[in-house]
């Protein structure tokens, strides 16, 4: 952490929100002269201030250390580029198509890598594809999601544990992908015919 930085980027947020000194201080119950001082690098918050500056200003610890939000480079938002978080928490869902840190529940989630023990079956029925798995749907362990996703389009379909091991989505064409979402083991990928 270096103070000069984190000084420089408290001083941005502040005055991205209009607030003076004073007012930040207030929220954060410290004195004016103490954001007076971390802005101007000549000391840091405390340790223990470092979750209440980035729940008020919107933004993580982790950029507040650093003094650097780090944006993501714009890129369109390229679905073939698409990311699936899972909060292990309370099971939001959570999708960037240009990188980036997301976190729910006071965590910071990470894109988990397929796993092999999860095998589908696909069968194209009609216009739509039958998927077909051999795993459990009980209460505590089951697919919570598949999301199939092409260059342009993403359709999401929401399971639930007290449905069969079997689901029928539209077939989407141009290099689709099949995403399933374990709620024991996380996310994994499968593949389409």
């Given amino acids: 952490m270096h103070d000069q930085d984190t000084g420089t980027l408290l001083r941005r947020l502040r005055l991205e929100r209009g607030w003076t000194q004073r ?5 954060l119950g410290v004195s004016a002269q103490a954001v007076s001082k ?17 729940k008020i200003f919107g933004v993580s ?3 507040i250390l650093d003094g ?12 073939k580029k698409i990311q699936f978080y899972v909060c292990p928490d309370c099971g939001n869902i959570l999708t960037a198509a240009a990188g980036g840190q997301l976190a729910c529940c006071g965590r910071r989630l990470e894109v988990r890598s397929a796993d092999p023990d999860h095998a589908v079956t696909v069968q194209e029925v009609e216009e739509d594809w039958y998927v077909t798995f051999r795993h459990p749907m ?17 359709l999401l379909a929401r399971l639930y ?5 079997e689901f029928r989505i539209p077939q989407l064409r141009g290099g689709a992908k099949l995403y399933l979402c374990c709620s024991c083991h996380g996310l994994f990928q499968a ?3």
């Fill in 138 to 154: 009980d209460k505590g362990h089951y697919i919570r999601f598949a999301a199939c996703v092409t260059p342009d389009r993403l």
């Fill in 38 to 54: 971390w802005e101007r690098g000549q000391g840091c918050p405390d340790v223990g201030m470092l979750p209440r500056l980035a």
């Fill in 61 to 63: 610890v982790e950029g």
């Fill in 23 to 27: 007012q930040a201080a207030e929220l």
């Fill in 68 to 79: 650097d939000l780090l944006p993501a480079a714009p890129d369109g938002g390229n679905m």
């Fill in 191 to 193: 593949k389409l015919p």
């Fill in 161 to 165: 544990p007290e449905q069969g091991s």
